[in-house]
């Protein structure tokens, strides 16, 4: 099986996954960490949500304008922005996603298409989100997948996403990239960068991740599958580690705040830009 075809079996694999859960928790542990509880994929929710307000803080979608979820998932950016009154498109391969996303937002658009070769005309969205998405296509799909966005988007249409540049992530189905080379690709692909912002300023993945090995037997990480995220199996097997999530949490929350606060960056995991397609601005 090559590359390609190993991606996508990952990436049905994921989906498949979706028939087992309920609803109240299904955006939580479909779109972040598979198998990890709510609350903690919903702290890692909030780092994402912080990073997308502080983007188009000032300039949001407004009521009426068309916004391209890609990779939606569920549909969580789909209804994050459909509640001020945007009209959301999500497109993603997973047929199960797509149908638990009209399911939780009947009046959004949904359609199964490929990233990146989408099929919609030139100009058709004022806004499109891609959050922890680009970075899963490899490195030659992502400079076609800035540019489609870029034809996709009207002239001074504008485009938030947020992607991987910690470079330590070695698993086949991640393509991480230093900040400046995404920067790179999309002043390649036409855009200009209105702004910038780190996302997990603290490296909570990394560090659980090691707290995970400590605590398997013979210090072996696992569960970087479609079924279960590095920290489920752990979770499954010493269900005592549930009661130090809320000391976590507790615990977490205000320091990723106090790393905001003081513009720390260096060891952030993701970050975010608000780009703008060169043209005339309505927004």
């Given at each position: ?179 400046e080379d995404w920067e790179a690709l999309f002043r390649r692909a036409g855009f200009r960068i209105l702004k910038s912002s780190a996302c997990e300023r603290i490296p909570w993945v990394p560090i659980l991740r090691k707290a995970a090995a400590v605590v398997r037997a013979g210090g072996r990480e696992g569960g970087r599958d479609g079924r279960a995220s590095w920290g489920a199996a752990v979770l499954r097997r010493h269900r ?44």
């Amino acid at each position: 099986m090559n590359g390609p075809q190993l991606l996508r079996r990952f990436w049905e694999e994921h989906d498949r996954t979706l028939l087992e859960e309920a609803e109240a928790t299904i955006s939580l542990r479909h779109d972040l960490y598979r198998g990890l509880p709510a609350s903690l994929n919903g702290f890692f929710d909030a780092l994402q949500r912080w990073t997308v307000k502080s983007l188009v803080r000032g300039s949001p979608p407004r009521p009426g304008e068309r916004i391209l979820d890609l990779g939606c998932g569920t549909g969580r950016w789909s209804r994050f922005f459909a509640a001020s009154g945007a009209r959301p498109v999500g497109v993603d391969l997973g047929v199960h996603a797509l149908r638990w996303a009209k399911r939780l937002l009947p009046e959004g658009g949904w359609a199964v298409m490929a990233i990146p070769r989408l099929g919609f005309q030139d100009g058709s969205f004022d806004w499109a989100i891609s959050v922890t998405v680009l970075q899963h296509l490899p490195y030659p799909e992502q400079e076609e997948a800035v540019r489609e966005i870029h034809r996709l988007l009207r002239p001074g249409g504008r485009g938030i996403l947020v992607e991987l540049v910690d470079g330590s992530e070695h698993v086949f189905y991640v393509f991480p990239r230093a900040p400046e080379d995404w920067e790179a690709l999309f002043r390649r692909a036409g855009f200009r960068i209105l702004k910038s912002s780190a996302c997990e300023r603290i490296p909570w993945v990394p560090i659980l991740r090691k707290a995970a090995a400590v605590v398997r037997a013979g210090g072996r990480e696992g569960g970087r599958d479609g079924r279960a995220s590095w920290g489920a199996a752990v979770l499954r097997r010493h269900r005592w580690l549930r009661w130090g999530v809320p000391v976590f949490l507790a615990l977490a929350y205000p320091a990723e705040r106090m790393a905001a606060w003081l513009k720390i960056s260096r060891w952030a995991r993701y970050g975010g830009w608000l780009l703008q397609k060169e043209g005339p601005c309505g927004s």
